[in-house]
């Protein structure tokens, strides 16, 4: 580390010190590699990583014991985060949504009136319905990833896209009118989240929720997806929805959305 100055403080200057290893090559570091990067020995490391840590600046796994940025020095960086990829600030989040509901999580972006698939976790279980895989694309109108993205459409673009489209239903519950859209848009709108049941595919339901930048744009948004059998109406309006939220939001904090409130 730097030789501290006469105005330095040195314990700033550690934790900042520790927070500056994290990197695109080292996004997780366990204790002992955060000892012998910062030059600090074992009890000071310790104590500083303890600190950042009850701070909400570094996350322990409770897995790998090994340490990543938290939410705050995100937020403090929104403006750099932004500007990567928001997949790989999504990836954490997703993979850990999917492992405690056990079931697929995808991550979309709208094109026109397509869904384009940018992540997905695919769950243990083997789930119904097409396979999707990354670069893949669904009609936005009959799906809940299609629905949240265009649910926050400014009024103008939304009614230029969806008017534009000739919403071909995939299956006999699929919306197929504008009328019954823009409805089904509003209530998203209400409610802040979008289902699909069994209108993508027989056999399949989902839930999905926006992903917010600093700006304040729905730039994707992420869902949890799986079967009948496994999915009802009645564990997505009690589970599956709030946790789906829950972890828009944090990705979209970590994008920097609500940081100047």
Known sequence: MTKPSLYTI????????????????????????????AGLNKSTAFRV???????????????????RP??????????AISSLEFRQVARPYISRLSTETNETVSLGVLDEMEVVYVDRVRARRMIVGVILGLGSRIPAHCASLGKVLLAFLPADELKEKIYQSQLLPCTSNSINDYASLER????????????????????????AAPIWNHNEQVVAA???SGSVRTISPERIENELAPKVCDAADQISQSLGYGSDR
């Open 184 to 207: 089904e848009l509003a209530n998203v709108r209400e409610q802040g989240y979008a289902t699909n049941n069994e209108e993508l595919e027989s056999g399949l339901r989902a839930v």
């Open 10 to 37: 040195e314990a700033l200057q550690r934790g900042l010190g520790v927070l500056a290893l994290f990197n695109r090559e080292s996004p997780a570091l366990s204790l002992k590699e955060i000892v012998d990067r």
């Open 49 to 67: 990583v303890s600190t950042l840590v009850s701070s909400g600046y570094l996350e322990k796994d409770p897995n790998t014991k090994r340490y």
């Open 70 to 79: 938290g939410l705050k020095v995100l937020q403090l960086g929104f403006t």
């Open 222 to 224: 992420i869902n949890v």
